[in-house]
């Protein structure tokens, strides 16, 4: 597996890709809110991150290969049940929803992919657990990233959890190594055992981005080809931070003033 490890210079433009990807979800944060319409977060994102940051939004026409339809919008607003890659559209977000909004910028030939979980609204206790323990399952995930480490360290960390609060754990999509390419290896399970696959070194960059459901694990995709939902309709949440490998431990790349703070238990 060619694993590409990114020297000084390219990690000073993954830290500006990187960070104007988490200022978009900064930006798009006030307009979350009862009625808005997913396209509507779309647009705004959209004219943000081509006015403003002068970049580009890396899934409009994004077609990693040729038996799906390139993605048709800017950014993914996965809704409720509704795991990843959900399509903006014309739908109100309503009360007690909860939402993911995942960005991805190009910026002067690289990539920065960062998605938060937003409350619309007055949210339940339960929705608000499973959003508060997946945020959690993406720190211990960060927490094993250094040197000497294995891929499945970060796996086992994050699954261990999410089964210890009784949630299940998304197999059919992972974090990515990112650079030049949106998508390129190492793949970054989610689940997994502890010092099995691949051993990280310094100037690796990859996301982490696990997918947990209130329910059980299973997918289905829905006729966009796109979309993935919970096969039982149940709850899924899901965060994601890009990092780099570094000398002694890991450094967040998706960085910005309003991203929220890392949970207390991590060191
Ligand atoms: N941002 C997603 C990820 O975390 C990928 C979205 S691809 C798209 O890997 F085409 F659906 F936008
Ligand atoms: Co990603
Ligand atoms: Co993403």
Known sequence: MNITIKNEVDIEYMRKAGKLAAEVLDYITPFVTVGVTTNELDKLCYDYIVNVQQAYPAPL???????????????????????????????????????????????????????????????????????QITYECMWLGINQVKPGNYLGDIGYAIET?????????VQEFCGHGIGKV?????????????????????????????????????????PNGWTAVTKDRSLSAQWEHTILVTEDSYEILTVSSGMPPKPSFIA
């Not at 014309?90 to 002067?108: A, E, F, R, S």
């Not at 959890?161 to 754990?169: C, D, T």
């Open 61 to 131: 026409n994004y077609k990693p290969d040729p038996n799906v339809s390139a993605y048709p919008k800017s950014i993914c607003t996965s809704v409720n049940h509704e795991i990843c890659h959900g399509i903006p559209n014309d739908k109100p977000l309503k009360n007690g929803d909860i939402v993911n909004v995942d960005i991805t910028v190009y910026k002067d030939l690289y990539h920065g992919d960062t998605s938060r979980m937003f409350f619309v609204g007055e949210v339940s206790p339960h929705a608000k657990r499973l959003c």
């Open 161 to 169: 959890y999410a089964h210890k609060n009784g949630y299940s754990v």
């Open 182 to 222: 949106f998508h390129e290896n190492p793949q970054v399970l989610h689940y997994g055992k502890p010092k099995t696959g691949v051993q990280l070194e310094k100037g690796m960059v990859f996301t982490i981005e696990p997918m947990i459901n209130q329910g059980k694990r299973f997918v289905k995709f829905m």
